[in-house]
């Protein structure tokens, strides 16, 4: 059976970091291009960052761009992808979901259930 999990949201302080993990149960993530997608209270969702299966080449939101704010990588010895989040702002706070698919910016063929991420004094 196909999983999806994500891990490692939280509470943290503005100007903090925090990383995420996303790991495929049941089949291999390799040769799928993943994307993090956020949902905020009131707002649509948005896709903030993905790594292509055909080249390795990432994609990011102009909102997450500039200084290594967010940064997405692949680990395929243990099937997982990871996004690392730097100087996090209060407007980064939302449910953050792994996107599994053929091409980045969707459409996805699998989701998993979110992790939340919540940036507050």
């Known amino acids: 059976q196909v999983h999806v999990v994500e891990s490692g949201g939280g509470l943290v302080q503005p100007g903090g970091s925090l990383r995420l993990s996303c790991e495929g149960s049941?089949?291999?993530?390799?040769?799928?291009?993943i994307g993090w997608v956020r949902q905020a209270p009131g707002k649509e969702r948005e896709e903030v960052v993905c790594?292509?299966?055909?080249?390795?080449?990432?994609?990011?939101a102009d909102s997450v761009k500039g200084r290594g704010r967010f940064t997405i990588s692949r680990d395929n010895a243990k099937n997982a992808v990871y996004l690392e989040m730097n100087s996090l702002k209060p407007e980064d706070t939302g449910f953050y979901y792994c996107?599994?698919?053929?091409?980045?910016?969707?459409?996805?063929?699998?989701w998993g259930q979110g992790t939340q991420v919540t940036v507050s004094a």
């Open positions: 049941g089949f291999s993530l390799n040769g799928y291009s």
């Open positions: 996107a599994v698919g053929g091409s980045c910016w969707g459409p996805y063929d699998y």
């Open positions: 790594i292509s299966s055909s080249d390795g080449s990432t994609l990011y």
